[in-house]
């Protein structure tokens, strides 16, 4: 009887060893494959809830999100666990849209039908209930996986003005200006010399730059990306071929009650390359500059 006992408390002993062993583990894994370690057994799925686990999987992912004010909001709309399970995917539509004789598809995770799957009045009924105040904008701009700054936009600056262009298309939020100073990139640039040679530049901002944005809806508790992972086209921009405009987004379904069957959201990333100065002695580098980070809504009619 003894050793049966013995042998039982060894086993509960084992069992609570090995679970603090997976725990550690566990914690130093990414998000998609918490996930799917979740669906092993009922003991890893009991230890990837643990929302300090998805916390700082949420700050490895958003940077943002360590600020103590970000931190208060993602608990008051549940956590980071459905932080993260909402905000990690971008949205999913089923099939392509002809939308003015261009097609556009996407492969994205988020189904368009759990956003509007709901009757005309209850969307007209929370439509009403809603306020610009509700929203927040969470921006976060990387670059080789290295946070190069975030921005946080409460509300939707502009809509308190009736006259002003909120009710113009396209609809527009600024989130950084010329007059904030931008955003710096100073280290893995080539130099001059070697960008001439290579042309590796768009290659470079293709590769290793990444947006996201994401819009919180306070009173509804919803949330989701509006940005993709990669740029989805670029262009050198005015006034000099130092400017340059990268361009994210997505397409969002749209409701039934619309005119327009989606909608383009568009994320604008404006930046513009710095020389080092020639006469410094130092081989002559070039740094980016990032000044205007937006999102716009087009064809919301």
């Known amino acids: 009887m003894m050793v049966e006992q013995c042998s039982t408390e060894k086993q509960k002993e084992e069992s609570i060893i090995n679970k603090d062993t997976l725990y550690e583990v566990l914690s130093r894994v990414d998000g998609p494959t918490l996930g799917m370690v979740s669906c092993a057994s009922s003991v890893l799925n009991s230890i990837t809830k643990d929302e300090n686990i998805w916390e700082r999987i949420c700050i490895d992912q958003w940077p943002s999100t360590e600020s103590p004010e970000i931190r208060s909001l993602i608990k008051s709309i549940g956590g980071f666990w459905k932080f993260y399970t909402e905000c990690f995917p971008l949205i999913l539509s089923k099939q392509p849209f002809v939308f003015d004789d261009d097609v556009y598809s996407s492969t994205l995770i988020k189904d368009a039908e759990d956003w509007f799957g709901h009757d005309e009045e209850d969307v007209l009924e929370e439509l009403s209930g809603t306020s610009p105040d509700d929203f927040v904008s969470i921006i976060d701009v990387l670059f080789k996986g290295k946070s190069v700054g975030s921005r946080v936009v409460y509300g939707i600056p502009g809509s ?70 990669r740029p989805v086209g670029g262009q050198r921009h005015w006034p000099s071929d130092k400017h340059f405009m990268i361009q994210f987004g997505s397409i969002l379904p749209s409701h039934q009650l619309l005119a327009r069957k989606v909608v383009q959201c568009n994320v604008l990333l404006k930046c513009k390359r710095v020389l080092s100065d020639p006469n410094s002695g130092e081989v002559e580098k070039s740094s980016l500059l990032i000044t205007e980070l937006s999102i716009q809504l087009e064809d919301m009619a």
């Open 160 to 229: 308190d003005d009736f006259h002003g262009w909120f009710l113009n298309s396209p609809f527009q939020i600024n989130s950084l200006g010329e007059d904030d100073g931008g955003m710096s990139i100073k280290e893995g640039f080539p130099d001059i010399e070697k960008e001439k040679k290579d042309g590796h530049f768009w290659e470079l901002l293709q590769d290793e730059i990444r947006v996201s944005w994401i819009l919180v809806n306070k009173k509804t508790n919803e949330m989701a990306n509006l940005s993709s992972w």
